[in-house]
């Protein structure tokens, strides 16, 4: 830390914390950044691949995790997958090619659902967010070509080139299959044609962001009566086995337009079925097509190559498998010891945060009180679940059949399980993301914060680290995951997870007037020669803020406190080096801002940042008082 130069940190935290490294850091050729997160990613990824490696060679103990090395070996196998070639497609192309009208598509569309076809409506199934201890079932728009709504805005220059791009790769892959020129062409007309039909009445990713906006309940004859041109009522009953007395609409405007995008389209949307099943599978095919399905995504984000076979086969199996491989990896790597002193240190935090809370000077006594109850209902997990749920013992692998009808068969399996939640209590406590994932949530139907094993590492969080070092780091992440309860979509749901307003109106009108002074404190900052969208990161830059302040203020009760730790570890964590395409593509879709943002402009909120650094008017990172923004 002797190195970094203090008149630099006085103009640009980040770069002054991470310049020599951005310096020299090189990006994969597979990826479209690195630093930070990735780092630990590529070193959790090192080890998990070599340990499934001699899994394979001695079996553990663990039917679960045995048969995720069984996929592993498979999907590894591309000797195998160059033999069978397009044999195992077929069948399923066939099967469409064969429709000549909605009523053969009816027939199908429950199963094409659950092997994970594309389909005109998106069913899932979360927790009901007005009664969130019982599992509903909701209904989205299917997704687009290119990335996100204003993509197809005429004044987006990106927009053509991008489905060019696309059109280029699905044409290639189209003949690989046995389509020839013409046929290929037609196909990727009509499914340009389809999308465009859906561009209107779907959310961009600024609308999408507001969560209030996602529940649209309707009645099962209400939603039923969107459309003639299809049976979505039989669809339901044979995806729940029953009638529901409401469906959680997510995109109204899309099942408005529905009959319309419908209606005298079938042979644009049984290109468009066609399409999207070649795009879906390509990758478990031979490696020639896995390499073209990847053109577009990688032109997108600007990698360079493919990832190698041993971790196409390794991320494959972590996405069929999370679960399994994260408890393995949080068991072996980080055990219960280091869970148990973590859990310790978000107890604490969550301390800091109701004392914050009592001393709020903007809130009224009424919703400080309700604020409080939903930080005392907070549910914790830490590490790795204490139980992996019971769909992983029905997840089979058949090493006679080929990798493209084992992963079709492993997601009916997760399919049917997933719609035979519908009605039930709501597992609160069951993960979503694996303990092996470099990442932590808070999920606000169910009211928890997540931190898995792999991020509770350095520069996050370890033993060699100061205290200051720890709460600039996994302190931060901390307090932002507990921000996310009281941010502008958190603070619509109460402590069962509940969409329920439970603040007064004067409180509610003051948190809006403080939300939009962050929206504008964001928006429109220059970076990777576009801007930022204030509106769409808005909840990522409340949960920075707080959870900043809240670390700050819980690092400076330790005895060791140092402000210069703190706000150097802070920035040391954005620490990240990407292409230009990526980071303009996350300007686009992603609710969080960049990096380099969220390192500077967020400790320039923070009065102690001035202080700790004796910064002042004319020095580059300063900033005057009544433009820092602080909400918790």
Same mark, same amino acid.
């Given at each position: 830390?002797?190195?970094?130069?203090?008149?630099?940190?006085?103009?640009?935290?980040?770069?002054?914390?991470?310049?020599?490294?951005?310096?020299?850091?090189?990006?994969?050729?597979?990826?479209?950044?690195?630093?930070?997160?990735?780092?630990?990613?590529?070193?959790?990824?090192?080890?998990?691949?070599?340990?499934?490696?001699?899994?394979?060679?001695?079996?553990?103990?663990?039917?679960?995790?045995?048969?995720?090395?069984?996929?592993?070996?498979?999907?590894?196998?591309?000797?195998?997958?160059?033999?069978?070639?397009?044999?195992?497609?077929?069948?399923?192309?066939?099967?469409?090619?064969?429709?000549?009208?909605?009523?053969?598509?009816?027939?199908?569309?429950?199963?094409?659902?659950?092997?994970?076809?594309?389909?005109?409506?998106?069913?899932?199934?979360?927790?009901?967010?007005?009664?969130?201890?019982?599992?509903?079932?909701?209904?989205?728009?299917?997704?687009?070509?290119?990335?996100?709504?204003?993509?197809?805005?005429?004044?987006?220059?990106?927009?053509?080139?991008?489905?060019?791009?696309?059109?280029?790769?699905?044409?290639?892959?189209?003949?690989?299959?046995?389509?020839?020129?013409?046929?290929?062409?037609?196909?990727?007309?009509?499914?340009?044609?389809?999308?465009?039909?859906?561009?209107?009445?779907?959310?961009?990713?600024?609308?999408?962001?507001?969560?209030?906006?996602?529940?649209?309940?309707?009645?099962?004859?209400?939603?039923?009566?969107?459309?003639?041109?299809?049976?979505?009522?039989?669809?339901?009953?044979?995806?729940?086995?029953?009638?529901?007395?409401?469906?959680?609409?997510?995109?109204?405007?899309?099942?408005?337009?529905?009959?319309?995008?419908?209606?005298?389209?079938?042979?644009?949307?049984?290109?468009?079925?066609?399409?999207?099943?070649?795009?879906?599978?390509?990758?478990?095919?031979?490696?020639?097509?896995?390499?073209?399905?990847?053109?577009?995504?990688?032109?997108?984000?600007?990698?360079?190559?493919?990832?190698?076979?041993?971790?196409?086969?390794?991320?494959?199996?972590?996405?069929?498998?999370?679960?399994?491989?994260?408890?393995?990896?949080?068991?072996?790597?980080?055990?219960?010891?280091?869970?148990?002193?973590?859990?310790?240190?978000?107890?604490?935090?969550?301390?800091?945060?109701?004392?914050?809370?009592?001393?709020?000077?903007?809130?009224?006594?009424?919703?400080?009180?309700?604020?409080?109850?939903?930080?005392?209902?907070?549910?914790?997990?830490?590490?790795?679940?204490?139980?992996?749920?019971?769909?992983? %013992?029905?997840?089979?692998?058949? !090493?006679?059949?080929?990798?493209?009808?084992?992963? /079709? $068969? @492993?997601?009916?399996?997760?399919? =049917?399980?997933?719609?035979?939640?519908?009605?039930?209590?709501?597992?609160?406590?069951?993960?979503?993301?694996?303990?092996?994932?470099?990442?932590?949530?808070?999920?606000?139907?169910?009211?928890?914060?997540?931190?898995?094993?792999?991020?509770?590492?350095?520069?996050?969080?370890?033993?060699?680290?100061?205290?200051?070092?720890?709460?600039?780091?996994?302190?931060?992440?901390?307090?932002?995951?507990?921000?996310?309860?009281?941010?502008?979509?958190?603070?619509?749901?109460?402590?069962?997870?509940?969409?329920?307003?439970?603040?007064?109106?004067?409180? %509610?009108?003051?948190?809006?007037? !403080?939300?939009?002074?962050?929206?504008?404190?964001? /928006? $429109? @900052?220059?970076?990777?020669?576009? =801007?930022?969208?204030?509106?769409?990161?808005?909840?990522?830059?409340?949960?920075?803020?707080?959870?900043?302040?809240?670390?700050?203020?819980?690092?400076?009760?330790?005895?060791?406190?140092?402000?210069?730790?703190?706000?150097?570890?802070?920035?040391?964590?954005?620490?990240?080096?990407?292409?230009?395409?990526?980071?303009?593509?996350?300007?686009?879709?992603?609710?969080?801002?960049?990096?380099?943002?969220?390192?500077?402009?967020?400790?320039?909120?923070?009065?102690?940042?001035?202080?700790?650094?004796?910064?002042?008017?004319?020095?580059?990172?300063?900033?005057?008082?009544?433009?820092?923004?602080?909400?918790?």
């Amino acid at each position: 830390m002797s190195t970094i130069n203090q008149n630099e940190l006085k103009n640009d935290l980040y770069e002054a914390v991470n310049g020599e490294w951005l310096k020299t850091a090189k990006i994969p050729d597979d990826k479209p950044a690195t630093g930070g997160f990735n780092d630990l990613v590529d070193d959790i990824d090192k080890k998990l691949m070599g340990d499934l490696d001699e899994l394979v060679k001695a079996p553990s103990n663990d039917s679960r995790l045995n048969e995720a090395t069984k996929l592993y070996q498979l999907a590894k196998d591309f000797d195998r997958r160059d033999r069978e070639g397009i044999t195992p497609l077929q069948d399923r192309l066939a099967k469409l090619k064969a429709m000549n009208s909605y009523d053969d598509y009816q027939k199908d569309w429950a199963t094409l659902i659950l092997e994970g076809s594309a389909s005109p409506v998106s069913f899932d199934i979360d927790a009901d967010m007005k009664n969130a201890t019982v599992y509903a079932l909701f209904a989205a728009a299917p997704g687009l070509i290119l990335p996100e709504k204003t993509y197809y805005d005429k004044d987006n220059p990106q927009g053509p080139q991008l489905l060019k791009m696309w059109s280029i790769m699905t044409k290639k892959l189209l003949q690989k299959v046995g389509y020839d020129e013409t046929e290929a062409d037609d196909l990727i007309d009509d499914t340009i044609q389809f999308d465009s039909l859906l561009v209107p009445h779907v959310k961009s990713a600024e609308e999408s962001a507001d969560y209030s906006k996602m529940y649209n309940p309707q009645s099962f004859t209400e939603f039923t009566s969107h459309t003639a041109v299809l049976d979505l009522g039989k669809v339901i009953q044979q995806l729940i086995g029953s009638e529901p007395d409401k469906i959680i609409v997510t995109e109204p405007k899309y099942f408005d337009a529905l009959d319309d995008i419908l209606k005298d389209h079938f042979e644009i949307f049984k290109s468009w079925l066609l399409v999207n099943e070649v795009l879906g599978q390509a990758g478990l095919l031979t490696d020639e097509l896995r390499t073209i399905s990847g053109e577009y995504s990688r032109a997108l984000s600007g990698s360079k190559k493919p990832v190698n076979h041993r971790k196409f086969a390794f991320y494959l199996t972590r996405g069929i498998f999370s679960q399994v491989i994260g408890d393995y990896y949080g068991r072996k790597y980080f055990g219960e010891k280091a869970k148990a002193d973590v859990t310790h240190m978000v107890k604490q935090m969550i301390e800091v945060y109701k004392n914050r809370l009592h001393d709020n000077e903007w809130l009224g006594d009424a919703t400080k009180k309700k604020a409080i109850t939903k930080l005392n209902h907070l549910g914790i997990q830490v590490g790795y679940p204490d139980s992996i749920p019971d769909i992983y %013992n029905h997840l089979k692998v058949d !090493l006679n059949k080929s990798l493209l009808e084992n992963v /079709n $068969d @492993l997601g009916v399996t997760a399919n =049917k399980e997933l719609f035979s939640r519908w009605n039930k209590p709501v597992d609160r406590m069951r993960w979503e993301m694996s303990a092996a994932t470099v990442n932590a949530y808070y999920h606000p139907f169910k009211n928890i914060i997540v931190f898995p094993a792999a991020i509770l590492q350095a520069p996050f969080y370890s033993l060699e680290q100061t205290s200051s070092e720890n709460y600039g780091g996994i302190g931060a992440v901390i307090a932002h995951e507990i921000s996310h309860a009281f941010d502008n979509n958190g603070a619509l749901f109460d402590e069962y997870g509940n969409l329920h307003n439970w603040w007064t109106k004067e409180d %509610n009108d003051h948190f809006q007037q !403080l939300a939009q002074k962050m929206i504008n404190e964001f /928006n $429109d @900052l220059p970076f990777a020669g576009q =801007k930022v969208n204030g509106k769409l990161t808005v909840s990522e830059n409340i949960a920075d803020g707080g959870g900043l302040s809240c670390a700050l203020a819980a690092a400076q009760e330790e005895r060791d406190y140092s402000g210069r730790e703190f706000f150097v570890n802070w920035a040391r964590i954005w620490r990240m080096k990407a292409t230009t395409q990526y980071m303009q593509l996350l300007l686009s879709i992603d609710v969080h801002a960049p990096n380099k943002l969220r390192a500077n402009v967020q400790a320039q909120n923070q009065d102690e940042f001035f202080k700790t650094f004796d910064i002042h008017e004319g020095d580059g990172m300063w900033k005057s008082p009544d433009e820092r923004v602080n909400i918790w």
